[in-house]
């Protein structure tokens, strides 16, 4: 069975900064994309970012874009997003997912994701 187990959540001010990391165990890693996802209380789960097996490939979503970064860590098994510039409009349930690479185009809707870590709390306070 696939695990994925997230870390590094928590709670920071407005503008500061957290890294999430994630580290999967039972797949072979590196011929997995590996993503984040969120959800907010009351929401539906939003594509956060994504990188690809090699870690050459990178999408994230506008809201995200110049304040988050996607990188991976092949040899160690794991997905780190580092999140700066913190808005309170960020906080939310932050999961992080992977699904075997079949195609070359980076996957941004959460069906298309095989396997889901139980996820880590970011709360951003004003």
Known sequence: QVQ???SGG???QAGGSLR???TA???TFSRYDMAWFRQ???????????IGPSGAATAYRDS??????ISRDNP????YLQMNSLKP??????????????TLVLPTTSPEYSYWGQGTQVTVSS
């Open 76 to 79: 160690r098994n794991t997905v």
């Open 4 to 6: 994925l187990v997230e």
């Open 40 to 50: 907010a209380p009351g929401k539906e789960r939003e594509f956060v970012a994504a």
């Open 10 to 12: 928590g709670l920071v």
């Open 89 to 102: 409009e960020d906080t939310a349930l932050y999961y992080c997912t992977s699904r075997y690479q079949l």
């Open 64 to 69: 995200v874009k110049g304040r988050f970064t």
């Open 20 to 22: 999430l990391s994630c």
């Open 25 to 27: 165990s039972r797949i």
